[in-house]
T-cell receptor, first 114, second 112 residues
């Protein structure tokens, strides 16, 4: 069974540029999460979906961040006008049980904003 | 909201010894406590979990203990091996939806 796939693995931007991260969850997993992991810290939830619906986006930092999952499968996290404080690894995870159990994480997309 | 504190930022043990990582949480409504392992440059990998209806769970060399009164839980790795070296994260879920609150991780080094 293929795991959670994320791309790109790395991105380096100047402040003010935009970037999109893509996530392909495990087939059949209805729930998808985006977490932000700053260096030397634990992951922090940004947003999560059940199928195509946003269930909770209250932790998305600002209107510079957006996330979609239009067909309830793949998802895109976009950061517009990036800031140095956005430097972090962005982790996607999926779950087959609505989140009431183990999450399956991708390897992450590491963003550096100069 | 929930806060999870992971007490050991680094831990070094000799191969064959036991390692113990301690976490505390603040929200009495939390009922699910997973542990994840992260190797260099990789994502998080689930290792074991415990729910609030039990106070102990074991899976091979891994033991998780939960003390609800103290709002404390711990991961015990017995007979450690060099491949156990990684960053370990504890987490708590007070909504049973996968909205995990993580600690900041413990870097475990197992020396041969």
């Amino acid at each position: 069974e293929a795991g959670v796939t994320q791309s790109p693995r790395y991105a380096v931007l100047q402040e003010g540029q935009a970037v999109s991260f893509w996530c392909d969850p495990i087939s059949g997993h209805d729930t998808l999460y985006w977490y932000q992991q700053p260096r030397d810290q634990g992951p922090q939830l940004l947003v999560y979906f059940r199928d195509e619906a946003v269930i909770d986006n209250s932790q998305l930092p600002s209107d510079r961040f957006s996330a979609v999952r239009p067909k309830g499968t793949n998802s895109t996290l976009k950061i517009q006008s990036a800031k140095q404080g956005d430097t972090a690894t962005y982790l996607c995870a999926s779950s087959p049980t609505g989140g009431a159990g183990q999450l399956y994480f991708g390897e992450g997309s590491k963003l550096t904003v100069l | 909201g929930e806060k999870v504190e992971q007490h050991e930022s680094t831990l070094s043990v000799r191969e064959g010894d036991s390692a113990v990582i301690n976490c505390t949480y603040t929200d009495t409504a939390s009922s699910y406590f997973p542990w994840y392992k992260q190797e260099a440059g990789k994502g998080l990998h689930f290792v074991i979990d415990i729910r609030s209806n039990v106070d102990r769970k074991q899976s091979q060399r891994l033991i998780v203990l939960l003390d609800k009164k103290a709002k404390r839980f711990s991961l015990h790795i017995t007979a450690t091996q060099p491949e156990d070296s990684a960053i370990y994260f504890c987490a708590a879920d007070n909504t049973n939806t996968g909205k995990l609150t993580f600690g900041d991780g413990t870097v475990l080094t197992v020396k041969p």
